[in-house]
């Protein structure tokens, strides 16, 4: 008995070792068709900018469901509405991971901000304080005076440079100074772009930090660059997560309120100035879209005073206007990559575990088997309400972007006043 006993152990962990081996070969059949790929590289030598074209034309050929190698990362894209479905509700939990790539540990504070961090307790913890203490309603509803002021301050610059004479304007650098200062006086108080010109070039200087940090990988304290200007309110974002650090030290560490305010900036200025700027766009060359719009303002708020952000629940077709932009022109065409914690099934297809997940959102906004006549801009495709997992401007799942509340006030409000 003492003998065989070894014997029986040893044969079951063989038995269980096969069973898993085998079930992990079975798993790898079955995966979504791929191109054929070159040794070492995979299929990198595929991957020619921009890249969301890209993947677009090899699911042309593939499917909306297909694979490619990164090396020896295996990569699973997806180009359908009912492929993401699947993936963000079904299997929601099991791709709620991201894949730790040297953006989230440079500039996401080594994985521990909200967009970086793996899915669990440190990740809950962060969703529950932007969710709390950042953008709930009535966090939002504190500084609607912020959005109200900085439109008003833009409505007058944009008559000065328009009753001159009659030339180009660049209305991009306009917007995103009005996002940024918005998103700057929520989180600490500062207006940087105004008539002060040190404030200007400081301001000037802050956005090329953002983008070198995109670019490069590296982030630095966004305090380091704060002007010492700043409200006498101390009602900002900034003075309330030090206050609740003072209650809640482990749940408010300084390196979870700087990740915090970094995603604030990063994701809160540039994206929504290129919305606002793109929407005028759309309305310029489409008058009727135009004249239909500003009769609604006209119908619900009146001429004699500005927009007011609770009068964006009665602007419907603004809304359906909005949303139209982000089809055309959504501002991430492929969404932040996912990373499958277990194996799971897309369209019949077999997900391993520690796949990475990409979703080609610009072809889905654009595939003529989701939309007719998708190159044309047609906010009434909207005016029915939900469109289900066809639009996906602020992502989709527990990774969803929290800031989309914010976002769409301060698009409403900007594109309604200007209007």
């Known amino acids: 008995m003492e003998v065989t006993l070894p014997y029986i152990s040893l044969s079951v962990f063989l038995l269980l070792v096969a069973f898993k081996f085998l079930s992990k070969a079975r798993t790898q059949k079955n995966l979504p068709p791929s191109p054929p790929a070159l040794p070492v590289i995979s299929h990198l030598h595929l991957l020619k900018q921009p890249l969301h074209h890209t993947l677009h034309q090899l699911s042309q050929n593939l499917g909306s469901v297909f694979s490619l190698r990164f090396g020896s990362h295996l990569v699973v894209v997806v180009s359908s509405p009912f492929a993401v479905e699947e993936c963000f509700t079904k299997n929601d939990v099991v791709l709620a991971n991201r894949p730790r790539v040297a953006f989230g540990k440079y500039l996401g504070y080594n994985y521990t901000t909200i967009v970086a961090a793996s899915f669990g307790d440190h990740w809950r913890n962060l969703h529950r304080i932007m969710v709390v203490e950042i953008f709930s309603t009535s966090r939002l509803n504190a500084f609607l005076s912020i959005r109200q002021d900085e439109i008003k301050l833009l409505l007058p610059r944009l008559s000065q440079n328009l009753s001159r004479d009659f030339k180009r304007v660049e209305l991009k650098p306009k917007f995103y100074e009005l996002t940024f200062n918005i998103v ?236």
């Open 184 to 419: 700057m006086r929520m989180i600490a108080g500062n207006r940087y772009y105004d008539d002060d010109l040190s404030n200007y070039e400081a301001a000037t200087e802050f956005r090329e930090l953002v983008i070198e940090a995109f670019e490069y990988g590296g982030a630095s304290n966004p305090g380091d660059f704060l002007p010492h200007r700043r409200d006498k309110s101390k009602n900002t974002m900034i003075d309330h997560l030090l206050s609740l650090q003072e209650s809640h030290p482990d749940y408010y560490a300084d390196e979870i309120i700087r990740g915090l305010i970094l995603v604030m900036i990063l994701g809160g200025t540039n994206t929504s100035a290129v919305t606002v700027e793109w929407t005028l766009s759309l309305l310029v060359n489409h008058p009727e879209v135009l004249k239909k719009a500003r009769a609604k303002v006209d119908t619900h708020v009146g001429q004699e005073r500005l927009i007011d952000e609770p009068d964006l629940s009665k602007l419907h077709y603004l809304q359906v206007i909005i949303s139209e932009t982000f089809r055309l022109f959504p501002t991430e065409l492929l969404l932040l990559p996912h990373i499958s914690s277990d194996d799971c099934i897309i369209e019949g297809y077999n997900m391993p575990r520690d796949t990475i997940l990409l979703v080609n959102a610009w072809a889905i906004h654009g595939s003529p088997k989701v939309w007719d006549d998708p190159t044309s801009f047609k906010p009434e495709w909207f005016e029915g309400g939900e469109v289900g997992h066809k639009l996906m401007p602020f992502g989709l799942g527990r990774r969803a972007c929290l800031g989309a509340g914010m976002a769409q006030r301060m698009l409403g409000l900007a594109l309604g006043s200007l209007i």
